[in-house]
């Protein structure tokens, strides 16, 4: 094994780092039961967090960059430990030492494009407000109720931009008072942070934070759970709080209040999956049934393993980033489980989890077929 460090200095570290509660695990095994990648292949942070009690990770093995970080493992551990902490901390000493395995090489691009252009994709900076051109959408100014932060995806990714214009669409028709801050906003940082660089989850968090601050913005509107996950835990790090809605409650209570009415009948069979960001890690596991129920008219079809239980897409901890091979995805297995249920529409509400069951759909066999969409495009075409 190459321990690059003596083993107090990597205990140490990762007790700097968050992580200190590794120390309480007794070894169960029961983080690995539950784990997503025992599915498709073999992986232990019971191994992790073993090594990492006696100071003898090996930083360059390819297994810390794994987790996905999908909050299943820390729900379910007897001793309180954070699979997800340590994990982290081990990947923060990695960027320290800039020792980085071959996989992980799109995770450094992409931190490097966020550093330059404030997204992942490389795209221009200036660009970022494009996909509104021709929506008439206001920019936020200080009195608007809403700010609608529209995050990397929804913003540059073509498929997403598509759902970015569906929210833009309902929320006028619905007369909400908002507007975008186009190319004045940056990534959140929630992924990137999950990699270990926190450089750059500090930079983009504070920039964000000025921007918001500056403009006079109170209420932020969100259709990424990650961007949701960090604005409501990771900022008020900085003492900046706002208050954070994510979309999937926002129609629930625009459908609640007749705000917004559906004047037709949504007919295909649709499950839901659960984005771990929006479930697992927040809690939000009504609102999108909910909104379903008034499209649907009945509940919505749950899949074998649904709410607190439901199968990560494999997008988060910055693995969005990264190639997953074949047979190791576990959208193909999220995909087989809504076939199995007999759902033609599998809805979401993140932008990982759609680019992940989609790229999986491309895969499906001769004779199956399922539509990928996000809740607020459901919405949208029963409106
Ligand atoms: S579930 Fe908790 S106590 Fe059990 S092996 Fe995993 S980290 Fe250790
Ligand atoms: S957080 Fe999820 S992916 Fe990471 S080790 Fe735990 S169960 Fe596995």
Same mark, same amino acid.
């Given at each position: 094994?190459?321990?690059?460090?003596?083993?107090?200095?990597?205990?140490?570290?990762?007790?700097?780092?968050?992580? =200190?509660?590794?120390?309480?695990?007794?070894?169960?095994?029961?983080?690995?039961?539950?784990?997503?990648?025992?599915?498709?292949?073999?992986?232990?942070?019971?191994?992790?967090?073993?090594?990492?009690?006696?100071?003898?990770?090996?930083?360059?093995?390819?297994?810390?960059?794994?987790?996905?970080?999908?909050?299943?493992?820390?729900?379910?551990?007897?001793?309180?430990?954070?699979?997800?902490?340590?994990?982290?901390?081990?990947?923060?000493?990695?960027?320290?030492?800039?020792?980085?395995?071959? !996989?992980?090489?799109?995770?450094?691009? =992409?931190?490097?494009?966020?550093?330059?252009?404030?997204?992942?994709?490389?795209?221009?900076?200036?660009?970022?407000?494009?996909?509104?051109?021709?929506?008439?959408?206001?920019?936020?100014?200080?009195?608007?109720?809403?700010?609608?932060?529209?995050?990397?995806?929804?913003?540059?990714?073509?498929?997403?931009?598509?759902?970015?214009?569906?929210?833009?669409?309902?929320?006028?028709?619905?007369?909400?008072?908002?507007?975008?801050?186009?190319?004045?906003?940056?990534?959140?940082?929630?992924?990137?942070?999950?990699?270990?660089?926190?450089?750059?989850?500090?930079?983009?968090?504070?920039?964000?934070?000025?921007?918001?601050?500056?403009?006079?913005?109170?209420?932020?509107?969100?259709?990424?759970?990650?961007?949701?996950?960090?604005?409501?835990?990771?900022?008020?790090?900085?003492?900046?709080?706002?208050?954070?809605?994510?979309?999937?409650?926002?129609?629930?209570?625009?459908?609640?209040?007749?705000?917004?009415?559906?004047?037709?009948?949504?007919?295909?069979?649709?499950?839901?999956?659960?984005?771990?960001?929006?479930?697992?890690?927040?809690?939000?596991?009504?609102?999108?049934?909910?909104?379903?129920?008034?499209?649907?008219?009945?509940?919505?079809?749950?899949?074998?393993?649904?709410?607190?239980?439901?199968?990560?897409?494999?997008?988060?901890?910055?693995?969005?980033?990264?190639?997953?091979?074949?047979?190791?995805?576990?959208?193909?297995?999220?995909?087989?489980?809504?076939?199995?249920?007999?759902?033609?529409?599998?809805?979401?509400?993140?932008?990982?989890?759609?680019?992940?069951?989609?790229? !999986? !759909?491309?895969?499906?066999?001769?004779?199956?077929?399922?539509?990928?969409?996000?809740?607020?495009?459901?919405?949208?075409?029963?409106?």
């Amino acid at each position: 094994m190459d321990t690059l460090e003596p083993i107090k200095e990597i205990t140490d570290i990762i007790k700097e780092n968050g992580g =200190a509660s590794f120390q309480f695990c007794y070894q169960c095994g029961i983080c690995d039961v539950v784990c997503p990648w025992n599915r498709v292949r073999d992986f232990s942070m019971r191994r992790i967090v073993r090594q990492a009690t006696f100071g003898l990770t090996d930083i360059e093995q390819e297994d810390i960059w794994r987790c996905t970080t999908c909050g299943t493992c820390p729900q379910r551990c007897p001793r309180g430990v954070n699979q997800i902490e340590v994990g982290v901390s081990l990947r923060r000493i990695a960027n320290e030492y800039d020792v980085f395995p071959e !996989s992980v090489a799109p995770v450094i691009t =992409a931190g490097g494009s966020l550093m330059a252009e404030g997204n992942p994709f490389n795209m221009e900076r200036d660009k970022r407000g494009d996909w509104a051109e021709g929506l008439g959408l206001k920019t936020f100014t200080e009195g608007t109720e809403f700010l609608y932060y529209t995050g990397c995806y929804f913003s540059y990714d073509p498929r997403m931009k598509k759902v970015a214009v569906a929210t833009a669409k309902i929320l006028d028709q619905a007369g909400v008072d908002f507007g975008i801050l186009g190319a004045r906003e940056v990534c959140c940082g929630e992924s990137i942070r999950k990699t270990g660089n926190e450089e750059a989850f500090k930079s983009l968090a504070k920039e964000n934070i000025k921007t918001f601050i500056d403009h006079g913005v109170k209420k932020i509107l969100v259709s990424s759970p990650h961007c949701y996950h960090t604005f409501t835990n990771e900022y008020p790090e900085f003492n900046a709080i706002f208050e954070i809605v994510h979309m999937s409650e926002f129609l629930c209570e625009l459908l609640d209040t007749g705000r917004l009415q559906s004047t037709k009948a949504f007919e295909k069979k649709v499950t839901y999956h659960d984005p771990c960001y929006l479930g697992r890690h927040n809690g939000i596991f009504d609102a999108p049934r909910a909104v379903l129920k008034h499209v649907l008219g009945t509940e919505v079809t749950e899949m074998a393993d649904y709410r607190e239980n439901s199968l990560c897409c494999g997008g988060g901890g910055g693995r969005i980033w990264m190639e997953t091979p074949k047979g190791e995805r576990f959208a193909d297995l999220r995909l087989q489980q809504a076939i199995d249920v007999g759902a033609e529409v599998l809805v979401t509400s993140c932008p990982y989890c759609i680019t992940n069951f989609t790229d !999986s !759909s491309l895969g499906l066999e001769d004779g199956q077929v399922l539509e990928i969409k996000d809740i607020t495009e459901i919405v949208q075409e029963v409106m």
